[in-house]
């Protein structure tokens, strides 16, 4: 009776407004003797419906119910599954409203959802499940939860991480509340208890749940030791627990006997080279990696591992510290050659030179743990800290491209930074914003930072706003790896898990190793100044190598004796080098090199140019092609100004003439058909700045469908990219300059949006483009595409800067070298670079083919046009770009001028566009008999024997230099000393450059002045009077410190200004 009105009385609660039911109407329910079942029940009935269907304690229910309760009593089977559940409730003496329980979902648990059932182990007993759930030992699982998610986020920031134990990685020494358990309410004695682990963590192992206290100690050991892993922004699930497993997994970083050694031997090395060169060159700097030695076992495991994994080729970039160290150990550059560095000796080979801790090298070496090849390549850097980024990706990039590496698989980039200059300089944040691009991504960079928790002299609380010095990582979801540079196994099973990553998913990762600097910023500075506290705690440190040689010592694994005698055999291998290395006479400047270009230099004439005019058949093809729909035209829906363009196009095609950008397609096109694959890159190049390019033509109906005309030319051409970059010119001019470096049979082309632009990539121009070659015997034939004209758009879209390239040209002002047939390509050859503002659409045909036609390469700078784009005289007919045609340095006067030369009484000079304009008022005013007008295409190296040769044929004219730009900018300043060296050769220069063997010094400066007997022969040998002068005048805008004013009203009175003064007789 009691069981029943107990049951009645659970039951109640959930009907208030029904009648209150009599208990004794429910005596019937039980039998006699209470502990025996029901014998002469009436036939079983099977009470399916769940209760939650039926009308609840209606008038009627009450024997419905008694029914039930029997036959469950009789068989609890017989009874709906919810019934089961609220009658064994009822039995176990739950309270009144607490019995029921709706019945289970019949879906299956979703993703880190499990049944209530599966915590049944951890509820305290078995029959918890028959009654309530106690609502803690939920919330107490899903607290496990959050502090297993808490390590997962913040393990980090408590990690052991500085070897010197005085500062936090993060800048912050709190700990973060959610890591410590009563944060959670859970106090020491919950310590043992047990509880499930969710599908979110690997720290079990096969075990799938764990003691609360074992719990803590796992994820201690995960995420809060010597490594500190920042991975859970990632927003793929896949790559999150990906992560986990390779940190969580218990037993994971366990290592045998034979890795520890060879770790051991490594450390040995990269410690004994530093120690070899303190000793050798105590006063020398050579930035030594003293504090984080352990940089060099690093690179090798995750050189060894990669290689393990399919790469064959590694392009690295690093800043000057520990340079030397990982040359000799990582890429095994001969120690003679670094050694030889320090002795001062003079050149064998041409070239100014770098300092050591500049230099570059390329090798090719079998890798002795895997057994394969592998080619290893260090880019040249300048002391500009991470600019050498973008061009490691950029020579990457090329080198996936021509090997067909379209994944990654087979080559890879490793950047080595700074910790005050990963997060100080911009240039990083450029060129990890190109990591995911379709036309600029390496398919993954390993970034490795050598943290010495300063910069210079710089506290890290002083050089940066966020926790730590890779947060810049964090923007392209790059998993970052905090390691103690004084735990090597650490350090190894990080470089380890960084190598696999790249390897499974081809995204960029980082590993900072947060080490200490045991010297100042060099060997001969003095860290005490400013960091005397940290400067006492690294004097009383010991050196990594002695700390990890005592705890392979203390377990076992070596003898001190085992110890010794690899670093006496280190030693010995450096003092046999240091004995080599002073028997020699000479450095060589080309066994640095870092992108060597086999066969390209062999068996050719360095004086020979190529002819850059082709069949017109050619041209026809090509042109046809660029002015033509897609082959589906039906069905690919261009737009329909395109259709007026493509229209446009085929009628020049059909006239036998060329615009610009047909002009630059012939170029492209021509170079494809021959092989050489030409890239363009850059912002909007693909429709062009000013809309006249359309190299990508897009459907107007069908998302990311489009044609490119100039892939379609020829079934067996050359491959053509073009494709818009990110906003970017230091980083995207940088990368396309690594491109530039790979190959020499490619023409790689970046065109800034307007040249004004070019200034923000000022250090790639100054440090890489203009010196490159003199400093590292590095060619390249990059082609810089700087639209530049003053049209009256105002000062940040006028001027490319062109004195600016030209005052960094290295021809002498000077010289006027020996007149001969090789004169121009002579010139090509002993210049830095080549600068070119071209009036015609043929000439930027043929200088474009000349940089694939030359025996040599150098950087072309071209000042592009805008107004020319569409200007109705700025054409070229095929006859000036078919066979027997060339690029024209100087184009003369070609009107009725030059017809009658002796009474012409002005000869103007100009380059680029302002031509059309003095040519324009020329012709209004009615002075095309009085004056000439000759254009100067290639501005450096300046053509001395063309302008010559202008100058006399017009004795009686005045000569004047007229330009846009204002007289302190564009080429006045340039030209100015270079017209009086070919108008009067006031002085003649020897040495190198004109083919004697001078002295260095005289080789460079070059200052050999010769007697006035001598000149006056030279003179009268050339026909010129030796005492009569001729000087070049300036008509154009006075000085001015912007490019151009920003009023039309006033551009247009300094235009009409220059014409007059251009013009004047």
Known sequence: ?????????????????????????????????????ILNSPPKRWYIAPVSSEPFLNGSSGSYVEEMYNSWLADPKSVH??????????????????????????????????????????????????????????????????????????????????????????????????????????????????????????????????????????????????????????????????????????????????????????????????????????????????GCEILIPAMKQLIDKSTELGVESIVMGMPHRGRLNVLANVCRKPLEQIFTQFAGLEAADDGSGDVKYHLGTYI???????????????????????????????????????????????????????????????????????????DYTTHGTIHIVANNQI?????????????????????????????????????????????????????????????????????????????????????????????????????????????????????????????????????????????????????????????TGIKEDTLVHIGKRFSSPPPNAAEFVIHRGLERILKARMEMVEARIADWAMAESFAFGSLLKEGIHVRLSGQDVERGTFSHRHHVLHHQLVDKATYRPLCFLYPDQAPYTVSNSSLSEFGVLGFELGYSMTNPNALVCWEAQFGDFNNTAQCIIDQFISSGQAKWVRQSGLVMLLP???????????????????????????????ESEEFAVRQLHDINWIVANCSTPANYFHVLRRQIALPFRKPLVIMTPKSLLRHPEAKSSFDEMVEGSEFLRVIPETGVASQNPSSVKKVVFCTGKVFYDIKKARGARELDNDIAIARVEQIS????????????KYPNAQLTWVQEEHKNQGAWSYVQPRFNTALNNTRVVTGRASGTESGIFSSLVGVFSRSAKEEASQHTARGEQPNVKRLIRYAGRPTAASPATGSKNQHLKEHAQLLDDALAL
């Open 941 to 952: 190296p300046f053509p001395f024997d063309l302008v010559k040769r202008e100058c006399a």
């Open 455 to 611: 910069g210079f002299t710089t506290d890290p609380r002083h050089s940066r706003s966020s926790p730590y010095c890779t947060d810049v990582a964090r923007v392209v979801n790059a998993p970052i790896f905090h390691v103690n540079g004084d735990d090597p196994e650490s350090v190894i099973h990080v470089c380890n898990v960084a190598a696999e990553w790249r390897a499974t998913f081809h995204k960029d990762c980082v590993i900072d190793i947060v080490s200490y600097r045991r010297n100042g910023h060099n060997e001969i500075d003095e860290p005490m100044f400013t960091q005397p506290l940290m400067y006492r705690k690294i004097r009383n440190t010991k050196p990594g190598l002695q700390l990890y040689a005592e705890k392979l010592i203390k377990e076992g694994t070596v003898t001190p004796e085992e110890v010794k005698d690899v670093a006496d055999k280190y030693e010995k291998i450096c003092e046999e080098a240091y004995t080599n290395a002073r028997k020699e006479t000479h450095i060589k400047y080309k066994d640095w090199l870092d992108s060597p270009w086999s066969g390209f230099f062999e068996g050719k004439d360095p004086l020979k140019v190529s002819l």
């Open 81 to 290: 599954a919810s019934w089961d559940v609220f009658f064994r409730n009822s039995s176990s003496g739950a309270g009144p409203g607490q019995a029921y329980q709706p019945p289970p979902s019949l879906a299956l648990p979703g993703r880190n959802e499990a049944p209530l059932s599966s915590l049944a182990p951890f509820l305290g007993g078995s029959s918890a499940l028959g009654g309530q759930v106690d609502e803690k030992i939920i919330d107490d699982h899903l607290a496990v939860q959050a502090i297993i998610r808490s390590y997962q986020i913040r393990g980090h920031h408590i990690a052991k991480l500085d070897p010197l134990g005085i500062s936090s990685a993060d800048l912050d020494d709190r700990i973060p509340p959610e890591l410590l358990y009563n944060h959670y309410s859970f106090e020491e004695r919950d310590m043992d208890r047990v509880f499930k682990l969710p599908s979110t963590t690997y720290i079990g192992g096969k075990d799938k749940a764990l003691p609360l206290k074992e719990i803590l100690r796992r994820l201690e050991t995960a995420y809060c030791r010597h490594i500190g892993v920042e991975f859970m922004f990632i927003n793929s699930l896949e790559q999150c627990n990906w992560i986990r497993q390779k940190f969580e997994t218990p037993g994971i970083m366990e290592m045998d006997s034979e890795q520890k050694r060879l770790i051991l031997a490594r450390l040995t090395r990269a410690t004994g080279f530093e120690a070899f060169l303190a000793r050798k060159w105590s006063s020398e700097k050579r930035f030594g990696l003293e």
């Open 788 to 818: 530049h004209g003053l049209e009256g758009m105002g000062p940040e879209h006028s001027s490319a800067r062109l004195e600016r390239f030209l005052q960094m040209s290295s021809d002498d002002p000077d010289y006027f070298p020996p």
């Open 364 to 438: 090719e070496r079998l890798n002795r743990v895997t057994n394969k090849n592998i080619r290893l390549a260090v880019v040249a850097n300048p002391s500009h800290l991470e600019a050498c980024d973008p061009i490691v990706q950029g020579k990457t990039r090329a080198e996936q491209f021509y090997r067909g590496d379209g994944e990654g698989k087979k080559v890879m980039s490793m950047l080595l930074h700074g910790d005050a200059a990963f997060c100080g300089q911009g240039i990083v944040f450029e060129t990890f914003h190109l990591s995911d691009l379709p």
């Open 1 to 37: 009776m009691h069981r029943a009105r107990t049951v009645i009385n659970n039951l109640v609660p959930l009907a208030p407004l029904v009648p209150k039911i009599a208990p004794k109407r429910f005596a019937s329910w039980l039998a006699a003797a209470p502990n025996k079942i």
